[in-house]
């Protein structure tokens, strides 16, 4: 077995699937729990057409749709049509590379190049396909088809985060977006949208510098906007050079604003320079904000301005917890790190966001693989960051996002499932994963297993049936 592990070739799962699939029955190893009734959305880049130079991650979306009820368990994949999918389907090739730039033998009146390929969620009655760089993509729910462009009848425009967060007692939709008043600009809008859909408030607001600002915070009074040194700059890439880039000499900046205030009201707090792709949860604890996030001492996956990578040993997640103190003559937060574990990908019982939570989860990396390997398991933390349990898959295996289903609304935070797409290096299958959300380290309760795989992917959020 060793030397058959040794030898065989390091599979991953990051290449594209070239289909689209109906699987209905599949087989389930355990007992699927009977309260998992609705759909488990997942996004993540799948491209159509292999594009030079264009890394995987800004690949075309796909969803995946894994759907449960009474105990059994059906599979539909299917692509987001946006506009550059339908003219690259069309056209045979690919027409643009990474982030939206086209390809120099593309026609010239193409300008659309939105992948929606980042998360996927339900609110006011839509299902919204997101990527940070365009409007909301609505999706059928039933079928996966592509509806198009939302803008809420006029009354947003511009990108819109693929991280817009919900609130649990009111269900108001609060949003941001960056490059607001253009490529490369300092420039966030943020809004609101009511649990009916409709549009209550819209604004835009210039911040320290154009930063690639990937997702916020919010708690229940107050909205926080993360501006950290991965920076964009439309003459860097017009000479060649990277567009977007890490530049820590520019710190690490936040913007508190309270959800009832004005973009005039907002206070800045400055930090030590990090990179933040994904906020666990945050509340407010008197005049302090608490914000547990998953902090990277330096950005990975973007180099310096000059093209030199960053330091690997720097560039991975761990979780850190940031505190404002609102009432303090100071404009420092401080960021205290609660775990060495290398993860990614934090989720919440949903029904406590933006609250006080004891019940935290993210994809974790095997301590025992590479420093700087493949998410590999599951860490379940509680509300001091405290590690309560942990799953590792075998190894060569790899996790996706875990996403809190309660057993029911009455249920207490933390009761309920953890569902999790597992790839199987060995077979180069996929399973969708069940745990008990409090008891993650004796492993799956049940498995339902996909005759093909899911590729590596971002996010994605559960819809009950009803």
């Known amino acids: 077995m060793k030397q058959d592990a040794i030898s065989r070739p390091q599979r991953t799962n990051i290449a594209p699937i070239p289909f689209e699939a109906d699987a209905p029955g599949l087989k389930i190893s355990g007992e699927l729990p009977r309260e998992l009734n609705g759909t488990l959305y997942r996004n993540g880049p799948n491209p159509q057409f292999e594009a030079p130079g264009a890394h995987w991650f800004v690949g075309d979306g796909m969803l995946h749709?894994?759907?449960?009820?009474?105990?059994?368990?059906?599979?539909?994949?299917?692509?987001?049509?946006?506009?550059?999918?339908?003219?690259?389907?069309?056209?045979?090739?690919?027409?643009?590379?990474?982030?939206?730039?086209?390809?120099?033998?593309?026609?010239?009146?193409?300008?659309?190049?939105?992948?929606?390929?980042?998360n996927v969620l339900f609110h006011a009655g839509r299902l919204l396909a997101l990527e940070e760089a365009h409007l909301p993509t609505e999706i059928e729910p039933g079928t996966l088809a592509t509806r198009g462009y939302c803008n809420y009848g006029g009354g947003i425009a511009g990108p819109f985060t693929?991280?817009?967060?919900?609130?649990?007692?009111?269900?108001?939709?609060?949003?941001?977006?960056?490059?607001?008043?253009?490529?490369?600009?300092?420039?966030?809008?943020?809004?609101?949208?009511?649990a009916k859909g409709t549009v209550t408030r819209f604004d835009r607001f210039e911040v320290p510098y154009a930063s690639m600002v990937h997702d916020f915070i919010v708690t229940e009074n107050h909205l926080l906007f993360p501006v950290l040194p991965i920076t964009g700059d439309l003459a860097r890439a017009m000479s060649g050079k990277p567009a977007y880039a890490w530049e820590p000499d520019k710190g690490a900046h936040v913007g508190v604003m309270k959800r009832?205030?004005?973009?005039?009201?907002?206070?800045?707090?400055?930090?030590?320079?990090?990179?933040?792709f994904h906020v666990m949860n945050a509340w407010e604890d008197g005049s302090r904000i608490i914000a547990d996030?998953?902090?990277?001492?330096?950005?990975?996956?973007?180099?310096?301005?000059?093209?030199?990578?960053?330091?690997?040993?720097?560039?991975?997640?761990?979780?850190?917890?940031?505190?404002?103190?609102?009432?303090?003559?100071?404009?420092?937060?401080?960021?205290?790190?609660?775990?060495?574990?290398?993860?990614?990908?934090?989720?919440?019982?949903?029904?406590?966001?933006?609250?006080?939570?004891?019940?935290?989860?993210?994809?974790?990396?095997?301590?025992?693989?590479?420093?700087?390997?493949?998410?590999?398991?599951?860490?379940?933390?509680?509300?001091?960051?405290?590690?309560?349990?942990?799953?590792?898959?075998?190894?060569?295996?790899?996790?996706?996002?875990?996403?809190?289903?309660?057993?029911?609304?009455?249920?207490?935070?933390g009761g309920g499932w953890l569902l999790a797409v597992v790839w199987r290096a060995r077979d180069n299958v996929s399973d969708l994963a069940v745990f008990n959300a409090t008891d993650v380290a004796s492993g799956p309760v049940s498995l339902v297993h996909l005759g093909h795989r899911v590729p590596d992917g971002f996010h994605g959020n559960w819809v009950g049936t009803r």
């Open 293 to 413: 996030v998953m902090q990277f001492e330096e950005a990975p996956l973007f180099p310096h301005p000059d093209g030199s990578p960053t330091n690997p040993e720097k560039s991975r997640a761990r979780l850190c917890r940031w505190t404002f103190d609102l009432s303090d003559n100071t404009d420092r937060f401080t960021q205290s790190y609660l775990d060495d574990m290398t993860g990614e990908f934090p989720r919440v019982d949903d029904r406590r966001a933006g609250l006080k939570s004891t019940h935290g989860w993210y994809a974790c990396a095997n301590p025992d693989g590479p420093l700087f390997g493949a998410l590999s398991g599951i860490v379940h933390v509680d509300g001091e960051g405290t590690r309560r349990g942990r799953y590792l898959l075998p190894p060569g295996d790899t996790i996706s996002e875990p996403v809190f289903v309660a057993r029911d609304d009455n249920a207490a935070e």
């Open 260 to 276: 009832n205030g004005t973009a005039k009201d907002i206070a800045w707090f400055r930090g030590e320079a990090c990179y933040v």
């Open 65 to 118: 749709a894994f759907h449960l009820e009474n105990g059994r368990a059906s599979y539909r994949n299917r692509w987001v049509r946006t506009p550059k999918w339908l003219a690259e389907h069309d056209a045979g090739r690919a027409l643009f590379g990474g982030f939206g730039r086209k390809l120099a033998d593309a026609p010239a009146n193409l300008t659309d190049g939105g992948v929606a390929n980042t």
């Open 162 to 194: 693929a991280h817009p967060k919900i609130d649990p007692l009111t269900g108001e939709m609060v949003f941001f977006g960056y490059n607001a008043s253009g490529p490369f600009t300092p420039t966030l809008s943020f809004g609101s949208i009511d």
